[in-house]
């Protein structure tokens, strides 16, 4: 899963993008409007986590402009101004959460979760495909009633995957769903991972379409 985290505050952005990284959220941490413009034109966010007081406006005009576009991403708007009015004015403009500051990031990986949940069309927490059950809020797979441990990366392509079944994913989203943009992209890394599911889970839990994606196949 993909978040946009929008703060200019440094220290709890990156304390907040660590917080979601151990989740296992990859996190793209921007400190202004201009670069989450740019970042949301280039990149597929699950969520976007938005401070309103941002040093080049006020951080809703993001929101107003997803909005327009029709673009529904999930958006909690984080902010110190927790005002009734501004909590009112947050939500009238689109937005689907707000958590006031100072937050919990249990709290706000939650929010995150259950916004993902919504925006997916699928109101429960687990997720089912063939003999396989999914629960992201604990990272747990259980196969034919046994519990099969996977790594979060494997988790998220798993996840991916199973949510479009039936559908080619490209190796480029799913690199997407794993990475910041800070981290380092190894061009091979979503075939380790994707091998070692089908080590864990079967073979034919995910087909290669060569040159295409991948696909879980309905
Ligand atoms: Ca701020």
């Not at 979601?20 to 413009?37: M, P, R, S, W």
């Not at 747990?140 to 988790?155: A, D, M, R, S, Y």
């Not at 989203?173 to 990475?179: A, F, G, S």
């Amino acid at each position: 899963m993909k978040v946009l985290l929008v703060e200019d505050d440094a220290m709890l952005g990156e304390v907040t993008r660590q917080g979601l990284k151990q989740e296992g959220y990859a996190t793209d941490l921007v400190a202004n409007i201009e670069y989450a413009e740019s970042a949301l034109l280039t990149q597929n966010y699950d969520v976007v986590i938005l401070d309103l007081g941002l040093p080049d406006g006020n951080g809703i005009n993001i929101l107003k402009k997803l909005r327009k576009k029709e673009d529904k991403t999930p958006v909690i708007i984080l902010t110190a101004q927790n005002t009734i009015k501004d909590r009112v004015k947050g939500l009238d403009a689109g937005a689907d959460d707000y958590l006031a500051k100072p937050f919990d990031i249990e709290e706000l990986c939650a929010r995150t979760r259950a916004l993902h949940r919504r925006n997916i069309e699928n109101p429960s927490p687990i997720i089912s495909y063939k003999d396989i059950i999914l629960d992201p809020t604990s990272y747990q797979v259980i196969k034919n009633n046994k519990n099969i441990t996977l790594g979060p990366k494997e988790f998220v392509i798993l996840q991916t995957l199973i949510e479009k079944a039936g559908k080619i994913i490209s190796k480029e989203v799913l690199q997407e769903k794993l990475y910041s943009f800070d981290d380092d992209i190894s061009s091979n890394t979503v075939e380790v991972h994707v091998h070692r599911l089908r080590k864990k889970l079967g073979n034919d839990i995910i087909k290669n379409i060569r040159g295409v994606g991948y696909i879980a196949p309905q």
